[in-house]
């Protein structure tokens, strides 16, 4: 059974950097897909960050272009979202997700809110 | 962006009834269009695939459609579960979108 599972802190102050890393069983992340980390605001709204591929290209939304980066770790199958110069509009519940024309599975989420 | 105009945001309805959520794209997708479902624990099911292809292990009371620019979700016979917020997505270019979601409310 495929499943992907967000982990990090669950709260980032601004102006700091947001890491969080998915960890991945049941598939390797370098047999096919693309890798993708989304988002959903307090509010509903929801939006895609970016994905890096099974080859390890990214691409990422141009909302974020210059503050996202998406990488991973082959051997231990994760990938990771690092976002910095977060900011209060960087509350949400993360997700990271495997897509291939739709997203067939999705992990848990995880709450992230910045405060000081 | 292509921007996903979803209505209504809030449907109320009653068990067994039939009910239609519709997303308007503000540029041709071509039928990529995808929809899933969420449930209050947060955890998000696909749906319907490319326009109108059912999702593996999805009730057949599930269709999807398309008229002209309009993309539409059609549940036929509303069941307990199906009370739960439902997002259209496009991916017809990058930076893929969602619509602002619709929450099914038990009436």
């Known amino acids: 059974e495929i499943q992907l599972q967000e982990s990090g802190p669950g709260l980032v102050k601004p102006s700091q950097s947001l890491s969080l890393t998915c960890s991945v069983t049941g598939y390797t992340i370098t047999s096919g897909y693309d890798w993708s980390w989304i988002r959903k605001f307090p509010g509903n709204k929801m939006e895609w960050m970016g994905y890096i591929s099974y080859s390890g290209s990214t691409n990422y939304n141009p909302s974020l272009k210059s503050r996202i980066s998406i990488t991973r770790d082959t051997s231990k199958n994760q990938f990771f979202l690092q976002l910095n110069s977060v900011t209060t509009e960087d509350t949400a519940t993360y997700y990271c997700?495997?897509?291939?024309?739709?997203?067939?599975?999705w992990g848990q989420g995880v709450m992230v809110t910045v405060s000081s | 962006d292509i921007q996903m105009t979803q209505s209504p945001s809030s449907l109320p309805a009653s068990l067994g009834e039939r009910v239609t959520i519709i997303c308007r794209a503000s540029q041709g997708i071509s039928n990529n269009l995808n929809w899933y479902q969420q449930k209050p624990d947060g955890t998000i099911k696909p749906l319907i695939y490319y326009t109108s292809n059912l999702q593996s292990g999805v009730p057949s009371s599930f269709s999807g459609s398309r008229s002209g620019t309009d993309y539409s979700l059609t549940i036929s016979s509303l069941e307990p579960e199906d009370f739960a917020m439902y997002y259209c997505?496009?991916?017809?270019?990058?930076?893929?979108?969602f619509g602002a979601g619709t929450k099914l409310e038990l009436k």
């Open positions: 997505q496009q991916d017809a270019s990058f930076p893929y979108t």
């Open positions: 997700a495997r897509y291939r024309g739709i997203v067939h599975y």
